[in-house]
């Protein structure tokens, strides 16, 4: 257990750190953050620094009192996360909410993908998350803080066209549970957000590549529109776990219960499942690509 570094404070002005803000649904989620009644200090994390502070003139136009900062980090390089964590602490004296919601898809099969992007999805997707998370945990706890983790609903069942996205979903998904269950008793809540897809720069990057590769993802293609949910609706129902904490919200529900389907069927019948999954998602790979002609 990490002891408090810090007394406990009022969070008058609660200091909220968002990951990935320069874009989709980080962007929307301080947006709703500044139209909400609560005057938060916004700290916007992401690489796009321009585009973090455009969004910062944003947020002060919707509501003049806030304070909205920006900071420019790689979450892939391993500084990132702790120097990311010394800045906001040593700029606002902690940090009361933490949103991790940096993250990248690479919708290619794993044996076509190119190793280097491997580890670069990992270290956004998962490890970044717990370290930056380990970092700022002593605030957190000194200020019965609140971590809010965006996984995915793509957990429900392995899509072999996103089997290295879906692990570090997974990966996420297992620890957010384990530390609520170790930060039980010290005040800090710990939620996962499990949307479906969400129309924004990551779907449009995901079916680019798929596209630009010459093969479709029946999966993918059918998740828009009807499945696809507004980016403006995902953020209201994240940014409402600041009053409703919970331990677990899937986006929407009706929006995902497809992928739920499709995992039970799984689980219960793993042949069928196995069959189900491939037959919807893109064709079996005649000869992996060797790693070095990865593209
Ligand atoms: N869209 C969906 O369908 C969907 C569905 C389920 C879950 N999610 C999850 O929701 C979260 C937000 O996704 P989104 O749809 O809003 O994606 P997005 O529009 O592509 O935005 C991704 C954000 O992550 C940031 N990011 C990427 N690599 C980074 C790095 N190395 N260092 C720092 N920041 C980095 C990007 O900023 P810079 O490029 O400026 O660094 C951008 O702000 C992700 O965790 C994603 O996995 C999305």
């Known amino acids: 257990m990490v002891e408090a570094h810090e007394p406990p404070q009022s969070a ?21 953050l500044a139209r909400g009644r609560r005057a938060p200090t916004i700290v916007l994390a992401a690489r796009r620094l321009d585009r973090l502070e455009r969004l910062a003139g944003e947020l002060r136009k919707i509501d003049p009192t806030i304070v909205a ?14 120097r990311l964590a010394r800045e906001v602490v040593d700029r606002f004296g902690g940090v009361d909410v933490l949103i991790n919601n940096a993250g990248l898809g690479l919708p290619t099969q794993f044996a076509e993908a190119d190793p280097g992007l491997i580890a670069r999805q990992v270290a956004v997707n998962l490890t970044a998350p ?18 809010i983790n965006i996984g995915s609903a793509i957990t ?16 996420l998904a297992y620890w957010n549970d384990a530390l609520r269950r170790e930060l039980a008793g010290t005040g800090v809540r710990v939620c996962l ?26 999966i993918l293609d059918n998740a828009a529109p009807w499945m696809t949910a507004e980016v403006w ?18 986006m929407l529900r009706r929006l995902v219960w497809p992928f739920r389907l499709l995992g039970v069927i799984a689980r219960l019948c793993p042949p069928l499942g196995d069959r189900v999954v491939v037959t919807l998602s893109r064709r079996p790979l005649s000869s992996p690509a060797t790693a070095k002609d990865a593209p």
């Open 12 to 32: 008058a002005r609660p200091v909220v750190l968002i990951t990935g803000a320069s874009a989709g649904l980080g962007a929307a989620l301080a947006c709703e």
């Open 69 to 82: 900062a920006t900071v420019a980090v790689d979450l892939a390089d391993p500084e990132g996360p702790g």
């Open 130 to 147: 717990l370290l930056l998370t380990r970092h700022c945990l002593p605030s957190l706890v000194g200020r019965r803080g609140q971590i």
């Open 156 to 171: 429900c069942v392995a899509n072999s066209a996103l089997g290295a996205y879906g692990a570090t979903k997974a990966g």
């Open 193 to 218: 957000v499990e949307p479906g897809p969400i129309r924004t720069e990551f779907m449009d990057a995901i079916e680019s590549m798929v596209t630009d590769g010459g093969r479709t993802d029946p």
């Open 233 to 250: 609706d995902v953020s209201r129902r994240v940014v409402g776990l600041l009053d409703r904490p919970r331990r677990r919200i899937s």
